[in-house]
């Protein structure tokens, strides 16, 4: 809905990433400048998604360049090797694009693990992951794994990133902002689909349930059952996306590179429409994720 900003920056503006389109606020300050200091205001709108997945429609093919841009292979997501491998495996069977993203989520959720001592949000290194098969990691890790899996298999798919901005509305702690914003940081994820467009999936969620609501849960305890379904097609927005394949704020200096931010907001209603005023503050650090 509109940013504002204001800081001792020499200048500042909106930049965008020449690839993914992204916008970023790009603050430069001199050398004399000690005390570096920005603030962001941005104000948003939300509103849940969900695909009735019974319910195809004329959906506007994906142009080629963008269809290229997210088939495409990246250093930390290659298409080939043993993600193909595991790629064709996993898909093995499936009759059409739906069954292979769906066919695709559930390995991720089934064979993956939340380990919350990985740093930050994770790397996403999905070969290395699949080579050593340690498939634990945090959501940049989960995610991407989906991501570059499903377009190794001819999907179209890309991670997106942003910032839980409210409690869940069903229940669960571990899904929600729990707290002070700058703490949650997460990362989803879309799959391009004939009939439905860009449809939202989220396993990495799903582990962070099973770790974080409760140690001894299980994927099969029937407080877990229900968030897988849930979170194939689905995404509840009480989070507010900064773009595909981006972070949420990269601010430069001179001298120095900043690349975190700091923020808080207060959490709103539960309801299918949110406006909320986010105030972030960038300082020196990393926020975990």
């Known amino acids: 809905m ?16 020449p690839v993914h389109g ?49 088939t495409g ?10 993600v193909r491998r595991t790629a064709s495996e996993i898909t093995r069977g499936a009759r059409n694009d739906l069954d292979k993203a769906r066919a695709i989520y559930e390995w991720v959720v089934d064979h993956t693990a939340r380990n919350p001592k990985t740093r930050g949000c994770g790397v996403g290194d999905i070969r290395s992951m699949l080579a050593s098969g340690d498939l634990a990691g945090k959501r940049a890790d989960l995610n991407a794994l989906y991501v570059g899996l499903a377009r190794a298999a001819g999907l179209p798919a890309r991670d997106v990133y942003g910032i839980r901005i409210a409690d869940s509305r069903f229940g669960y702690r571990s899904l929600g902002k729990s707290g002070e914003i700058s703490k949650a940081q997460h990362c989803r994820a879309e799959v391009w689909l004939a009939g439905f467009g860009w449809v939202p999936v989220d396993p990495a969620d799903v582990r962070k349930v099973v770790l974080e609501e409760n140690p001894e849960l299980k994927l099969q305890d029937e407080v877990v059952v229900i968030v897988p379904n849930r979170l194939f097609g689905s995404w509840e927005m009480n989070w507010d996306r900064t773009g595909p394949n981006t972070g ?11 690349s975190s931010s700091r923020g808080t907001a207060r959490a709103p209603r539960p309801s299918r429409r949110r406006a909320e005023s986010l105030d972030a503050r960038v300082r020196r650090g990393c926020p975990v994720c």
């Open 73 to 82: 292979a990246t250093e930390l997501l290659p298409t080939d090797g043993i």
């Open 248 to 258: 949420a704020c990269h601010v430069r200096a001179s001298a120095r590179t900043w």
């Open 2 to 17: 509109g940013n504002l900003w204001q800081g001792n920056a020499a200048s500042m503006g909106i930049a965008h990433d």
């Open 22 to 70: 992204a916008q970023m606020l790009v603050a430069t300050w001199g050398a004399e400048t000690t005390a570096p200091v920005v603030e962001v205001t941005s104000r948003i709108a939300t509103r849940d998604r969900a695909i009735d997945f019974s319910q195809p429609g004329p959906v506007k093919a994906l142009d080629r360049a963008s269809f290229r841009l997210y």
